[in-house]
């Protein structure tokens, strides 16, 4: 690679380091008519009108008429639900997976347990009131007429009621794709980058149910379901990493911060579709349904309302993936050349690179010492290969050394020449 497509490639890594050791910017940026804050928001203005177009579909139409009949269930059953499926999407009871959609509960499935109403009626007399005067009517003794009324008597049960993961049959209509398909160039690496922009470990597996991924806060892990197409697979690592950023509980409690579950999913996939779309993968099918689906009403106030956090929390993502892409992709390139035989720089070490004397003609120690980079290296929690922390530190005691050895024949050749003159 020669110096300038380094340069080019690196120029932000490049100007910051240049600039904590005081010697301004050394990489012009390329002129761009648009900011980062100006495509982010152009990108969520195509969301909101891709979502919008779903709300007029008669699809759309559909899709509600069958989100009706189920059932809207209190906060309470809410809670319950939830600590004991928390996965779970659509619940109905027994019957009403039979009756009303067509669906049956699998064999060996373990209900839900919540507390539904079941009220019951009991007769008694009541007194016979008469419409003009507001009076009881009176018998002949001056007792009160009674009739027989049925009154009704509120009273709960527990019962049972089964998630949609947890039955088979009929399909419930759908508003987009159920899956993203399609490869994605440099997949690997792209996903490589995405572990790497944020401090939660990111795990692949099972997942409960239909879930395709799943953000554990008292874990402190995501968890991506296995064997998804690469779009998918990033689509869903995006959606999960933005909820641990802006919905770890505790963080939002501390801050007093109360958002709907609605709005916490249109935020996460909103970022999701944001992110994808600035690197070329198409997730229109899937995020636009996806989000109209928890929509609470035919508008999109709430997307707008979170419009600032999902554009800053999907602009910080791009410019990490970037930078972690540009970070892989020289250390294949500098792994290639050193197996050459062809070492035009030192190795790059996770995106913290040692600048060669390429730059501009400044020497190198005018940009980073080595006891310096010793100590970025040390402090560099991302770096947690021991073999690794061991090449370089051999490296810099070797070039140490070097510069020793140096200076030592330097100033034996000067004395030497001082006593031949006299």
Not at 42 to 52: C, D, H, N, S
Not at 398 to 404: D, H, S
Request: aromatic share 6%.
């Amino acid at each position: 690679m020669s110096s300038e497509e380094y340069l080019k490639r690196n120029a932000d890594l490049i100007n910051e380091v240049a600039k904590e050791r005081g010697l301004g910017e050394i990489i012009k940026p390329e002129t761009d008519d648009k900011s980062m804050k100006e495509k982010v928001a152009e990108t969520i203005a195509k969301l909101e009108q891709g979502i919008q177009e779903i709300f007029d579909s008669d699809k759309y139409k559909e899709y509600l008429n069958t989100m009706s009949k189920f059932h809207n269930y209190s906060i309470n059953n809410v809670l319950l639900i939830n600590q004991q499926k928390p996965e779970a999407t659509l619940v109905a009871g027994f019957n009403s997976w039979v009756n009303n959609f067509d669906r049956h509960v699998k064999k060996g499935e373990k209900g839900i347990k919540i507390i539904a109403p079941a009220p019951y009626t009991i007769k008694k007399q009541q007194p016979i009131i008469d419409m003009k005067t507001g009076n009881p009517i009176l018998n002949c003794d001056g007792t009160p007429k009674t009739t027989e009324v049925e009154v009704k008597i509120p009273a709960f049960k527990v019962t049972s009621v089964f998630d949609i993961s947890q039955t088979y049959g009929k399909e419930l209509p759908t508003l987009g794709v159920n899956e993203l398909t399609g490869n994605v160039d440099h997949a690997k690496d792209f996903i490589e980058s995405l572990k790497k922009t944020t401090s939660v470990p990111i795990v692949f597996g099972e997942t409960h149910g239909d879930s395709k991924g799943f953000y554990s806060p008292t874990e402190n892990s995501i968890t991506i379901k296995d064997g998804m197409s690469d779009a998918q697979t990033i689509k869903t690592m995006i959606h999960e990493i933005a909820h641990s950023k802006l919905h770890n509980p505790e963080a939002m409690k501390e801050e007093g911060i109360q958002k709907s579950k609605g709005v916490i999913e249109q935020e996460a996939e909103s970022v999701a579709y944001v992110v994808c779309q600035h690197f070329g993968i198409d997730t229109s099918d899937y995020s636009f349904a996806y989000i109209a689906g928890w929509a609470e009403g035919k508008e999109t106030d709430e997307l707008k309302k979170s419009l600032e956090t999902i554009r800053d929390t999907a602009g910080e993502m791009i410019n990490r993936v970037e930078g972690n892409l540009r970070a892989i992709e020289h250390d294949r390139e500098a792994s290639i050349e050193a197996e050459k035989g062809n070492i035009p720089m030192e190795a790059p070490v996770n995106g913290d690179f040692f600048l060669s004397n390429e730059l501009n003609g400044k020497e190198p120690e005018k940009l980073m010492k080595d006891a310096e980079i010793k100590e970025e290296v040390d402090k560099n929690p991302q770096i947690s290969d021991k073999s690794e922390r061991k090449s370089i530190k051999a490296k810099l005691s070797e070039k140490k050394k070097e510069v020793e050895r140096n200076k030592k024949e330097k100033s034996i050749n000067k004395n030497k020449t001082k006593g031949e003159e006299r």
